[in-house]
């Protein structure tokens, strides 16, 4: 029996499937030599190849992968029912394609080692080295918000264009890659979003594409959190695929970076999440904590609190649901409930170190 094409991607589609369900097991070899090999020199054509270019390369096919898809289900449609077996192999060829490019040009850094065991950190921590390691953090952010604001009652206004901020990204990882060799960045392909507002009402930062290997960052968000979310897009783009992670080394990055709102940046973004975290533990512990913050500083939280809450849409939480699908079905079995994975790798790191 002869087998089509559409026959032949069908079956490499279900084998891609049952190989992946078999490289989880094997995250050292992902990280040898996927991480740490093939996709180093992957990731590094595509960003001389687009890196240079002023405009979202990838968000351009996307644009016309949309369009052609609804071209296609409008001459297609009637096919459904008359061809329905054709239709449906159609269908699967294009995914198996996709699917295959996805995972080899960037998806199989979902399979690599946990980041605590390449840097050999513990993956837990007590309540009470999380309060002291939050202590140090507030006293960290409220010494640089006062270098930064008039008053610690005023929020940190940031005095650069969002192009000034993504231009100083790459001395953030300049200074990293001192200490994680590997974590050095160039060339850059750090670009705004062509897709901005869908962006903010699918409630979305910042992307990686993983198929030209551009960030993305929402270009409306403000610029307090402009610097971390770039950071995060990069940390994505060096092959860290996993949310928690990427927070963990942006954070890491923007607080290495010699600018002061950087760092403010970073040390704040850490300690929100440390301040999440106590609260789950100990809510009278974090009220104490809390009173202790100087209020400029929850100015910049609520500052982008009020950004996201107006734009808000009844369609968000979907979205919210669909990407929490997708880190589940990747190998991140927490789906975004992982994202607090990254107060053990802060604290565990900051452990022996000065911040």
């Known amino acids: 029996m002869r087998i089509t094409k559409k026959g032949a991607l069908l079956v490499f589609f279900v084998l891609q499937i049952i190989g992946l369900k078999i490289i989880r097991h094997f995250p050292h070899f992902v990280e040898n030599y996927y991480s740490n090999g093939l996709y180093v020199f992957l990731s590094k054509v595509m960003r001389y190849t687009f890196g240079w270019l002023p405009i979202s ?6 644009t016309f992968a949309v369009i052609y898809l609804f071209r296609w289900i409008w001459k297609n449609f009637k096919r459904i029912y008359k061809d ?7 269908v699967i060829a294009t995914l198996s394609i996709a699917y295959f490019a996805f995972h080899l040009l960037w998806g199989l850094n979902y399979y690599r080692q ?23 953090l507030i006293e960290k952010s409220n010494k640089i918000h006062a270098l930064l604001a008039d008053s610690d009652s005023m929020k940190v206004v940031f005095n650069y264009s969002k192009s000034e901020i993504s231009a100083k990204v790459p001395q ?28 903010t009402y699918m409630g979305f930062s910042g992307y990686l594409n993983p198929f030209t290997n551009e960030a993305q960052v929402n270009g409306l968000i403000s610029s307090y959190k402009y610097p971390t979310t770039s950071c995060h897009e990069v940390a994505h783009q060096l092959g860290y695929a996993a949310e928690n992670e990427a927070n963990f080394i942006g954070a890491l990055a923007a607080i290495n970076n010699e600018d002061l709102y950087f760092k403010y940046s970073g040390y704040t973004f850490a300690l929100r999440y440390c301040l999440a975290e106590v609260f789950r533990r100990n809510p009278e512990v974090y009220s104490e904590l809390l009173s202790k913050l100087n209020l400029g500083i929850l100015k910049n939280y609520q500052e982008v609190k009020d950004f996201w809450q107006q734009y808000q849409t009844p369609i968000e939480p979907f979205f919210e649901k669909t990407f929490d699908t997708f880190l589940k079905a990747n190998n991140q079995s927490a789906g975004m409930k992982s994202y607090s994975y990254v107060v053990a790798l802060l604290v565990n790191y900051f452990d022996n170190k000065p911040l």
């Open 84 to 90: 329905t077996i054709n239709w449906f192999l159609d």
């Open 114 to 136: 946990p980041l605590h065991k390449s840097l050999d950190l513990k993956a837990d921590y007590s309540t009470e080295e999380l309060i002291n390691f939050t202590q140090k």
């Open 172 to 199: 953030s990882y300049q200074k990293l890659s001192q200490e994680f060799p590997h974590l050095k960045y160039h060339p850059k392909s750090l670009k705004k979003s062509l897709f901005t507002y869908p962006l």
């Open 57 to 62: 390369v990838g968000d351009v096919l996307y």
